[in-house]
C-alpha cells in the first residue's frame, strides 16, 4: 500500500545521499562494538549500511518499501547483510527484544502527541548496558528551513531528552548547530541535537 514515504523516496535518488549522518560516524565510539544493532525509521538505507559495513549485526525497520527496496540496493552494492523489516514505527513490536544499540536518527516526524509511546518504546528496546543514538533537530531548524518539518513541536530540545530518558546513563546531550550535506533533503545549515544514553 502506497503511503506518504513511498511518494517521498520515489525517484532514482536518495533523498538524504547514501552516506551515513554526520552525526552517527560523531556518536559512533559511543556504540557497543560490533552488537546487536536497531535503526528505526532507516529509510533508504545509508546509516544502516555504514553500520553493517563497521561490523554490526543490524536489523533496520522502516514503513515505507520503495525506501527499503533502495535500502536492499545499497547493501547489495555495498556487499553487506542488513535484516531489513517493513514496519510502522508506532507499530512497537520492535521493542520487544533488547538490542546492544539502538539507532534513532531523524524520525522528527512523529508528533508530539506520540513522542513519548517512541521515547518508551527506543528505551525498552536498549538492553542493559546497551547504546540509545538520538541524532535530530532543535525547534531552532523550523526557522532555517534546510530539512525536517515546518513545525517546531515535532523537534527535540536537550531538556526534552533528559526528561523523558532520565532513568538511564545519559553521555551526551548537546543542541548545536552545523552545516549538512546529506542529499537534498537534510542540505545547509542545521540546528541539531546529539543524545547518547546507556541501558
Do not use: C
Not at 502506497?2 to 511518494?7: A, G, Q, R, V
Not at 514496519?87 to 536518527?105: F, H, K, L, R, T
Amino acid at each position: 500500500m502506497e503511503n506518504f514515504w513511498d511518494k517521498r523516496y520515489a525517484g532514482a535518488d536518495y533523498l538524504f545521499g547514501t552516506k551515513p549522518a554526520a552525526g552517527l560516524i560523531a556518536l559512533e565510539p559511543h556504540l557497543v562494538a560490533g552488537g546487536k544493532t536497531l535503526v528505526v525509521a532507516d529509510g533508504e538505507g545509508r546509516n544502516s549500511v555504514y553500520l553493517a559495513s563497521r561490523g554490526y549485526d543490524v536489523r533496520a525497520t522502516d514503513y515505507s518499501q520503495v525506501a527499503q527496496e533502495k535500502a536492499k540496493a545499497l547493501a547489495k552494492e555495498a556487499g553487506v547483510d542488513v535484516e531489513f523489516v517493513l514496519s510502522d514505527i508506532y507499530d512497537a513490536g520492535w521493542s520487544d527484544e533488547a538490542y546492544d544499540n539502538v539507532v534513532a536518527i531523524f524520525i522528527q516526524f512523529v508528533p508530539p502527541e506520540r513522542m513519548g509511546e517512541i521515547f518508551t518504546a527506543l528505551a525498552r528496546a536498549t538492553r542493559a548496558g546497551g547504546t540509545l543514538l538520538i541524532h535530530g533537530y532543535t525547534p531552532e531548524q523550523v526557522a532555517l528551513g534546510t530539512g525536517g518539518p515546518g513545525n517546531p513541536d515535532h523537534m527535540y530540545t536537550p531538556d526534552m531528552l533528559a526528561d523523558a530518558f532520565s532513568h538511564m546513563q545519559i553521555m551526551v546531550n548537546r543542541a548545536y548547530t552545523a552545516t549538512l550535506n546529506e542529499g537534498r533533503g537534510h542540505s545547509g545549515p542545521s540546528a541539531l541535537i546529539d543524545f547518547v544514553a546507556k541501558g
